[in-house]
Every structure is written in structure tokens, then in C-alpha cells.
């Protein structure tokens, strides 16, 4: 079993910064994959970034490329995601979500547990 909090989410205006957080819990964190999903409303839930267990490989969506940094801290059993020059458009419930792989290689996440969600609104 793995439990996951996300923290971080807010108000943000347009431009700005925020770095989300989603400490994990239950199963040795080093040992699987993360990733960052966001969900607004009226649309599907969606990939952001991920990155495997040793952070080796990373992934990103193409709407976030050199705006957000997915990194963990494997002591910490900590995700981030470093989010910058935020727009409108990335404004969603924002979930981690950790996929129990062992592959060095990300390119997408399967989930096997998620986190409960925290809230980004970026004002224009």
C-alpha cells in the first residue's frame, strides 16, 4: 500500500510561481515511479510529468515543457513540482499518482494509488 498527500496547491496569478508537494507513505518510495496528473473541469484527467524511481528518466507533457520540474527526494519520500510562468490554462485539480514499476525509463504512468488532489487556480 501506498498513501499519498498533495500540498501546495493555491491562488496564483498569471505568470507566477508554485511548487506542489506529495509526500508519500506505506511502501519504500525509491522503489516506483511518480508522476503528476491535473483534471479540469469538463476535460479528462491528464499526464503532466513523471519520472521514475531514481529520477533518471523525466517526462513532461508537451503543454509544460520548460515551464514545470518534476524532482523527488527519495529521502524525503517527496514529489515536487516546480510550476512557473503559470498560465490561465493551468488552472486544475492537480493529483500525483505513483505507478509500481521498476523500469529506469518513464515515459508515461499507470497508476497503482492516488493522491487526493490539490487545487491550482491561476488569475489572469
Known amino acids: 500500500q501506498v498513501q499519498l498527500v498533495e500540498s501546495g496547491g493555491g491562488l496564483v496569478q498569471a505568470g507566477g510561481s508554485r511548487r506542489l508537494s506529495c509526500a508519500a507513505s506505506?511502501?519504500?518510495?525509491?522503489?516506483?515511479?511518480m508522476g503528476w496528473f491535473r483534471q479540469a473541469p469538463g476535460k479528462e484527467r491528464e499526464l503532466v510529468a513523471a519520472?521514475?524511481?531514481?529520477?533518471?528518466?523525466?517526462h513532461y507533457a508537451d503543454s509544460v515543457k520548460g515551464r514545470f520540474t518534476i524532482s523527488r527526494d527519495n529521502a524525503k519520500n517527496t514529489v515536487y513540482l516546480q510550476m512557473s510562468s503559470l498560465k490561465p490554462e493551468d488552472t486544475a485539480v492537480y493529483y500525483c499518482?505513483?505507478?509500481?514499476?521498476?523500469?529506469?525509463?518513464?515515459?508515461?504512468?499507470?497508476?497503482?494509488?492516488w493522491g487526493q488532489g490539490t487545487q491550482v487556480t491561476v488569475s489572469s
Open positions: 519520472i521514475s524511481w531514481s529520477g533518471g528518466s523525466i
Open positions: 506505506g511502501r519504500t518510495f525509491s522503489s516506483y515511479a
Open positions: 499518482a505513483a505507478d509500481l514499476t521498476l523500469s529506469p525509463v518513464v515515459v508515461s504512468i499507470n497508476p497503482n494509488y
